[in-house]
């Protein structure tokens, strides 16, 4: 051990079950774009006001700064996701790659790991072939398996994926995202309290703390219980600074 890797077995052990996932997370995520913003926020404007403590006024009812918390609840939902790999509400990405030799992990079955959730469905995957034509693969030439927490997508039983170009963005994984919004109906991935106690903490820091430098007080991150609540969901654990 000691000729191959010149740290200690524990650095190594760290740096191959911690660090080697999250910057291998960290890279899909590099490739994963928003196709379809969310039509409707987890939490809406009242209980955002609640939480802030602030108060209502007038006729229709508004809220003190109600603008600026409007703009603030997308951002803070974006923070959440962004650190949890998962999507508080429903909405539409894509994952790109160069091509499937390169986005399959080592796995006997050539799967690539989508690196979102909750996954509620594959709208299409496509490839360009040899001649840079782009080819959309039938819904009978892959399948997905969402049991390990963060979804998978694999050739169909028995076969590979198809041969093509390799260069940015030749193959791209349309999917169906996010959690179910309170409320809603059916309730298949609701979503868990953590995630919406963690943009709402979010959403304080945020609402208070208006610049990027503070002068005259402490200056301090986004609260650490944030991190916490995130990681209780989160089945790939992130490593945080």
Same mark, same amino acid.
């Given at each position: 051990?000691?000729?191959l890797y010149p740290y200690p077995e524990s650095r190594y052990a760290f740096v191959r079950n911690c660090l080697h ?10 490739? @994963? ?9 987890? =939490? ?44 508080? !509400?429903?909405?539409?990405?894509? @994952? ?40 959309t693969l039938a819904d009978s030439d892959w399948y997905t398996d969402p049991g390990s927490g963060m979804p998978w ?19 791209? =994984? ?22 919406? !106690? ?7 820091? @945020? ?5 990027? =430098? ?7 991150? =986004? ?19």
């Amino acid at each position: 051990m000691s000729q191959l890797y010149p740290y200690p077995e524990s650095r190594y052990a760290f740096v191959r079950n911690c660090l080697h996932p999250w910057m291998d997370d960290m890279r899909r995520r590099m490739n @994963l774009r928003r196709v379809s913003a969310p039509t409707q926020e987890p =939490i809406t404007l009242a209980e955002a006001a609640q939480h802030l403590r602030l108060d209502a006024y007038g006729s229709p009812e508004e809220y003190v700064d109600q603008d600026l918390v409007l703009a603030l609840i997308p951002a803070a939902r974006e923070y959440i996701e962004f650190l949890s790999g998962r999507f508080l !509400a429903p909405q539409v990405v894509e @994952l790109s790659g160069r091509g499937f030799p390169t986005m399959c992990c080592w796995d006997q079955d050539h799967g690539i790991s989508l690196g979102v959730a909750p996954l509620k469905g594959i709208v299409s995957v496509s490839y360009l072939d040899g001649q840079g034509q782009a080819v959309t693969l039938a819904d009978s030439d892959w399948y997905t398996d969402p049991g390990s927490g963060m979804p998978w997508i694999y050739p169909a039983y028995g076969t590979d994926w198809p041969s093509g170009r390799e260069q940015p963005g030749a193959v791209r =994984i349309r999917m169906n995202v996010g959690y179910d919004l309170p409320g809603g109906s059916p309730q298949d991935d609701p979503l868990p309290a953590a995630l919406v !106690a963690a943009m709402k903490l979010t959403l304080g820091a @945020l609402y208070e703390n208006r610049e990027e =430098i503070n002068v005259g007080n402490m200056v301090s991150r =986004i609260p650490l219980g944030v991190q916490a609540l995130v990681a209780s969901c989160d089945p790939i654990r992130i490593p945080f600074a």
